[in-house]
């Protein structure tokens, strides 16, 4: 038999888990929260470091990745990168790319010019070009240097090539001493070179 002073007793009781289950709860989903905020800026912080090496990789003053690749016309293969005698430009091109034609005439004459103390290689986006419409630009080009097939794109995502024309000026222990996004006047090339060939 229940007396009149159970039922309070009880409706306390009750309400006291209630309202223990309750703050129990908010605790947990603010716990939540936290790590839920925390594991968010952990991941943001992550792309931001990965955005940030991909901007960068090679960066100037880097050890630049080597690879080898076959020539265009497919007698030969380049190994690319590392320590060398001459001085290194490797410039990444596609026969679509406007900005790539406009430089092409520059390029030719640079590696006429430098001959004798820089190593130039063209190496076409053979994974985004079409290999006959490489060797129309070649040939129309009057490309001398050696021209290189990147069909897997390796040697373009070693570099972190996300644009045409984009070059890399190396030193002769294969130090990245410039990367060059874009077109720029062969005046601009010469100073690069001339510094880099002195030093």
């Known amino acids: 038999m229940m007396r009149n002073g159970d039922v309070p007793l009880k409706r306390n009781i009750v309400i006291l888990v209630l309202l223990l289950a309750a703050v129990v709860g908010v605790v947990v989903m603010n716990l939540d929260k936290d790590k839920s905020a925390a594991d968010a800026r ?28 076959a020539s265009l016309d497919g007698t030969a293969s380049y190994d690319v990168g590392g320590p060398s005698d001459k001085v290194t430009i490797i410039n990444f091109w596609a026969a679509w790319c406007g900005p790539c034609e406009a430089e092409a005439p520059d390029l030719v004459a640079l590696y006429e010019k430098y001959k ?14 079409k290999l006959r419409e490489a060797k129309v630009f070649v040939r129309e080009q009057g490309f001398t240097m050696p021209v290189l097939t ?22 002769r222990d294969g130090v990245v001493l410039e990367r060059i996004e874009g077109v720029i006047e062969k005046e601009q090339w010469e100073q690069y070179l001339d510094q880099a060939i002195q030093s």
């Not at 940030?52 to 690879?67: D, H, M, N, T, V």
């Not at 990147?150 to 030193?171: C, N, R």
């Open 42 to 69: 952990e991941a943001q912080d992550g792309v931001q470091d990965a955005v940030s090496q991909l901007a960068e990789a090679p960066k100037k003053g880097a050890r630049a990745p080597s690879f080898s690749l």
């Open 116 to 129: 004798g103390d820089v190593e130039l290689y063209a190496v076409n986006a053979t994974n985004y070009d």
């Open 150 to 171: 990147d069909e897997k794109g390796k040697a373009g995502d070693l570099y972190k090539v996300f644009s045409y024309p984009t070059s890399f000026i190396l030193d």
